[in-house]
C-alpha cells in the first residue's frame, strides 16, 4: 500500500558528456513516501525542506507520475509525500531525485510492468517543467545508479554502465542557485568540429576507462572544451576548486550538472576525502556557505528504505 523511497542525486554531464552522461551518488538525496489512494489520480500531499507547488501539474515529481499513470491501467491513484534534502538549481539532480522517485514508486505500487531503464523516459517529462529540455542524464542515473550514458534521444536509449569499485565522488555544493534553464541559455548552439572531436574523444575515452577500470583513462577523459568554458565563470572560485582536486589526488574535476555544484572523482576514499578537505579550504575564502559530500558511486539508483 506504501513505499518510502530514497531517491539519489546525480552528477550530470560528467565534464566531456554534456546531455548524455551522468552518474549516481550513494547517500546523498531525497526521500518520499508513495501510498495507493482510493481517489485516482495524483495528489501531492506534503512537501518538507523546499519551497515547491503541491499542485500535481506544477510539481516535477507530480508531472512525472502523470506521465507514467497515462500508460497505467489501474483503478486506485496515488499519493506522494516529498523529504528534499537537495536543494533546487545545485546541480546535482534535485529535481531529478523527485522525478525518478515518483515513478519509481508508482511502477512498484502499480506491479512493476515498467523497468527502471524504461522508467526514463516518463521521468523526464519531470525535466522539461524544471529547466525547460527534455534531458535525461540525471533521471537516468537516478533511476537505473551506477553511470549512465543516453545514447540516444529519439528514441530515447540509455545504456547502463557498472561504475569501477574504487571509485569515488567529492561534490562540494556552494549554497547560491544557478538555474539550469539560465545555465543552458549561455551555451552557444553551434561548436567547432576541432572541439567536437575533443569532445568525442574524451567522452569515449570515459566510457571505455569505466569499463576497463583504467583510472587514469578516466581522469584523462574528464576535460570539457565545451561547455565549462562558458558555464565556469558563474561559479565561485572555479578553477580555484578544479586545481585544488587534481592538486590533491583527484582523477578529474569539473562542473556537476549546470552547475553550481563542482565534482571531481578519484580512486578511493582516502584520496576523494583529501580533496574534499582541499576543496573546503579554497572555497572558505568566499564567506559563501556550503556542503561537501564524499560518495561512491552507487550501483543502485532509487531504492526502497
Ligand atoms: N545536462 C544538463 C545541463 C544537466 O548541463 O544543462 C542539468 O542538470
Not at 506544477?58 to 502523470?66: F, H
Not at 499519493?79 to 531529478?96: D, T
Not at 556552494?174 to 569532445?199: C, F, G, N, Y
Request: net charge negative; aromatic share 6%; with cysteine.
Amino acid at each position: 500500500m506504501e513505499i518510502k523511497l530514497f531517491c539519489p542525486a546525480t552528477i550530470a554531464n560528467l565534464s566531456c558528456g554534456f546531455d548524455v552522461m551522468g552518474a549516481c551518488l550513494d547517500h546523498v538525496g531525497d526521500e518520499m513516501i508513495i501510498r495507493k489512494s482510493a481517489q485516482k489520480g495524483i495528489r501531492i500531499t506534503k512537501i518538507e525542506g523546499a519551497d515547491l507547488p503541491l499542485e500535481t501539474e506544477k510539481n516535477v515529481a507530480g508531472v512525472a507520475g502523470l506521465a507514467l499513470l497515462e500508460q497505467l491501467d489501474v483503478d486506485f491513484g496515488f499519493e506522494i509525500e516529498i523529504y528534499k534534502k537537495i536543494k533546487a538549481g545545485s546541480g546535482i539532480g534535485s529535481s531529478s531525485a523527485s522525478a525518478a522517485g515518483a515513478v519509481f514508486g508508482i511502477n512498484e505500487l502499480a506491479g512493476r510492468p515498467f523497468t527502471r531503464n524504461q522508467l526514463v523516459a516518463f521521468a523526464m517529462q519531470g525535466e522539461v517543467l524544471a529547466s525547460g529540455s527534455a534531458h535525461a542524464d540525471n533521471v537516468a542515473p537516478a533511476l537505473c545508479g551506477g553511470f549512465t550514458i543516453v545514447r540516444g534521444y529519439d528514441p530515447l536509449d540509455v545504456i547502463e554502465i557498472h561504475s569501477p569499485d574504487e571509485l569515488y565522488a567529492t561534490v562540494i555544493h556552494p549554497q547560491i542557485e544557478l538555474k539550469t534553464s539560465e545555465m543552458r541559455a549561455v551555451l552557444k548552439p553551434e561548436v567547432a568540429l576541432k572541439s567536437a572531436i575533443t569532445q568525442w574523444g574524451n567522452v569515449a575515452g570515459l566510457v571505455a576507462g569505466l569499463y576497463q577500470s583504467d583510472y587514469d583513462l578516466i581522469g584523462r577523459s574528464l576535460q570539457d572544451v565545451i561547455v565549462e568554458p562558458l558555464r565556469g565563470p558563474f561559479i565561485p572560485k572555479f578553477s580555484e576548486l578544479k586545481a585544488a582536486a587534481i592538486q590533491s589526488g583527484a582523477l578529474g574535476s569539473g562542473i556537476s550538472g549546470s552547475g553550481p555544484s563542482v565534482f571531481a572523482l578519484s580512486r578511493g576514499k582516502q584520496i576523494a576525502q583529501k580533496v574534499a578537505e582541499a576543496m573546503t579550504e579554497t572555497f572558505r575564502t568566499t564567506q559563501i556557505p556550503f556542503e561537501i559530500h564524499v560518495s561512491k558511486i552507487s550501483a543502485e539508483g532509487v531504492r526502497i528504505l
